[in-house]
């Protein structure tokens, strides 16, 4: 009968000698994984080491996210050899892995109006005015940032009063706006800016790139800690 062996690596494409231990998939044990998942999580298998492209490096790290990601490709090899009929079962189906850490926002009412009285502040202080508007639609729809960013004409309904999302992390999506969103909307289309983004670059051709920075700045004048700040963060 074939073998087929699968790595116990660190999760990069680049070689580590000395760090990689393969094993023949039939003898992986769901133990096994769990193992391994501990070991790169705490770090065990970090490297930093020269590749063969020149000044090349591969900076591999540990940690928690590193490790699920790891996990999800070797249950995808897994899961190649069960197809094949090698094994019966994949070993890192059902491995109970921690949740990822959820941002929590205390007081929400009380934050939100610090970030009202901040992006007021930033008007003040001339920031760009596509950034002052992304972060207000942002915190009026619940939009994500590339969503806020990339939106175009095309997709804003406003007699329907929502959004009509093509290219949403979730697919094509439709989602639904207050007065205060719909009112924001018709202040930015009252710029006569030209373009199809609704908050465009410069270059009216392109969308705003500069959002990133600017919120950074934003969030500085509000009465926020970091962790506020984070949670807020579009």
């Given amino acids: 009968m074939a073998t087929f062996i699968v790595p116990f690596s660190n999760g990069s494409n ?30 065990k298998t970090a490297a930093n080491v020269k590749t063969s492209k020149k000044r090349g ?24 050899a069960v197809s094949l009929g090698l094994i019966e ?15 929590k926002l205390s007081d929400f009412p009380a934050k939100y109006a610090a970030l009202g009285r901040a992006l007021a502040e930033a008007e003040a202080n001339a920031e760009p005015w596509q950034a002052v508007t992304a972060v207000r639609l942002a915190a009026l729809t619940g939009m994500r940032r590339g969503e806020v960013i990339g939106l175009r004409w095309a997709e804003v309904d406003l007699s329907g009063r929502c959004l009509h999302l093509t290219d949403s992390k979730t697919g094509e999506s439709v989602r639904p706006l207050s007065r205060a969103a719909v009112d924001l909307l018709l202040s930015i289309r009252e710029r ?11 270059r009216p051709m392109h969308r705003f790139g500069g959002l990133p920075k600017a919120y950074l700045r934003i969030v500085r004048y509000a009465d926020l800690d970091e962790a506020d700040r984070d949670a807020l963060a579009i």
């Fill in 192 to 202: 006569k800016e030209k373009g199809d983004f609704v908050l465009p670059n410069a």
């Fill in 89 to 103: 079962r994949n070993q890192a189906h059902g491995l109970r892995l921690p949740t990822d850490g959820k941002r």
């Fill in 14 to 43: 680049a070689p580590l000698p000395g760090r990689t231990c393969w094993r023949i998939v039939s003898y992986v044990k769901p133990s096994d994984v769990r193992a391994f998942f501990v070991s790169v999580k705490a770090g």
């Fill in 57 to 80: 490096r591969a900076i591999v790290t540990g940690g928690q996210g590193t490790a699920k990601r790891t996990i999800g490709l070797l249950s995808g090899i897994i899961t190649h």
